[in-house]
């Protein structure tokens, strides 16, 4: 099955940069999704087809892809952003189809 | 535009559940509706899907439960369901339904989850 690689922990001060890295084979050709998940609540889409954001979701959000790596990036970090963030691919060649990263923990 | 799940609770091992998905604000038979799960404290985990009447209702599963799980809709209530049977400990997790419009997209809508325990 395809694996999606993420740093367990990322760690960024307030008004500050935060980059979250999901790695996998030849990422770049594939359509890679982001969700947030804040504590007990459900995931919620913040990027998807790599860059998009769905309505409602802050332009301080962005994402890219290219060669073996995704990466989510939010711009001038607030304590609200604090949560988990999981990268997610499909992959019509792997068993199962729908595969997500382990997910990283922002802590602002 | 949302999804309501319901159904889960404490059942012993080797126990039956089945969880309801309610869907409103979409055209839900058009819709393809996933169920990912996730144990407390870990990642997502995709459980399976069920596709559209266009695509004759095709289902899929994870290899975990294969088997164990099976996945039906009714469109006329707008409601999937997953029948979860021969529980064990491993599949205690907060069980989420979800909407994916295309198999590459993103999912889109997600409910908020109910909670299955699966303990003696």
């Known amino acids: 099955s395809y694996v999606l690689t993420q740093p367990p922990s990322v760690s960024v001060a307030p008004g500050k940069t935060a980059t979250i890295t999901c790695e996998g084979n030849?990422?770049?050709?594939?359509?890679v999704h982001w969700y947030q998940q804040k504590p007990g609540q459900a995931p919620v889409l913040v990027i998807y087809?790599?860059?998009d954001r769905p309505s409602g979701i802050p332009e301080r959000f962005s994402g890219s892809n290219s060669g073996n790596t995704a990466t989510l990036t939010i711009s001038r970090v607030e304590a609200g952003d604090e949560g988990d963030y999981f990268c997610q691919v499909w992959d019509s060649s792997s068993d199962p189809n729908w595969v997500f990263g382990g997910g990283t923990k922002l802590t602002v | 535009v949302q999804l309501v799940e319901s159904g889960g609770g404490l059942v012993q091992p080797g126990g039956s559940l089945k969880l309801s998905c309610a869907a409103s604000?979409?055209?839900?038979?058009?819709?393809?509706i996933h169920w990912v799960r996730q144990a407390s404290g870990k990642g997502l985990e995709w459980v399976g899907h069920?596709?559209?009447?266009?695509?004759?209702?095709?289902?899929a599963y994870a290899a975990s439960v294969k088997g164990k799980f099976t996945i039906s809709r009714d469109d006329s209530k707008s409601t999937a369901y997953l029948q979860m049977t021969s529980l064990q400990t491993e599949d205690t997790a907060v069980y989420y339904c979800?909407?994916?419009?295309?198999?590459?997209?993103?999912?889109?809508?997600w409910g908020q989850g109910t909670m299955v325990t699966v303990s003696s």
């Open positions: 030849n990422i770049g050709s594939k359509s």
């Open positions: 087809y790599d860059t």
């Open positions: 979800v909407r994916l419009v295309v198999p590459q997209g993103a999912f889109d809508i």
């Open positions: 069920i596709r559209s009447k266009g695509n004759s209702h095709a289902t």
């Open positions: 604000g979409f055209t839900f038979s058009d819709s393809e």
